[in-house]
């Protein structure tokens, strides 16, 4: 029941959002709003392959790779997005940002245990790559007010991610004594928060 209304308002959430982002860019041609609008819609669409399964079936999808490849294609608009951003400011290279990529690399070498090595690979390769490119943009000392707080925002996404794999290696179970609800409830208020930076980022 607990996982239902979870996976209800996350695809609630991340529609609105798609449809906030695909009017800004029908109105302002900006690409950015394009990857934003691919972006929730992939999320949603994994969203939905889920909310279904548990509606129709009462159980957690087995065939979880349909909401997988959707979510992985999220990412990479995410990561498409950051690299639009950075396009026309140049970031200097900061040999912390490779933090990123190493955090996704012990995180897959811990994930691989429970199998599943395409998939943690793919995660390694997207996740990887969003986490270098938005310290990438963090670091830089020249970025201030709206861009940062576009940054902000995806590391949080991004930390969040992780933090409800975590939580579901070591926590089972429908109740709100589950970690992994309270980081996918969060989630919404990330996707949220994403849009409004950016809305930032485009008026600056």
Not at 49 to 68: H, K, N, Q, R
Not at 175 to 185: A, R
């Amino acid at each position: 029941m607990i996982e239902a209304a979870d996976y209800v308002l996350q695809f609630a959430a991340m529609t609105l959002c798609c449809i906030y982002a695909a009017i800004h860019f029908a109105r302002e041609e900006n690409r950015g709003w394009l990857m934003l609008t691919f972006f929730y819609a992939c999320y949603a669409m994994g969203d939905l392959y889920w909310l279904l399964y548990v509606a129709f079936e009462g159980i957690t999808p087995m065939v979880f790779w349909v909401s997988d490849l959707s979510w992985y294609t999220g990412f990479l608009f995410v990561c498409l997005l950051l690299r639009d951003i950075q396009e026309h400011r140049k970031p200097e290279k900061k040999r912390l940002a490779w933090l990123g990529p190493a955090f996704s690399a012990a995180a897959c070498l811990f994930f691989l245990q429970w199998g599943d090595y395409p998939g943690n690979l793919i995660t390694l390769a997207v996740m990887g790559t969003m986490g270098y490119l938005v310290l990438l943009g963090l670091l830089n000392e020249r970025e201030r007010g709206p861009f940062r707080r576009m940054y902000l925002s995806v590391v949080f996404f991004f930390l969040n991610e992780y933090a409800m794999w975590f939580s579901s290696c070591f926590w089972s179970g429908d109740s709100l004594l589950n970690p992994y609800f309270w980081f996918d409830g969060l989630m919404s208020v990330i996707a949220v928060w994403m849009a409004h930076s950016y809305r930032g980022v485009v008026k600056a």
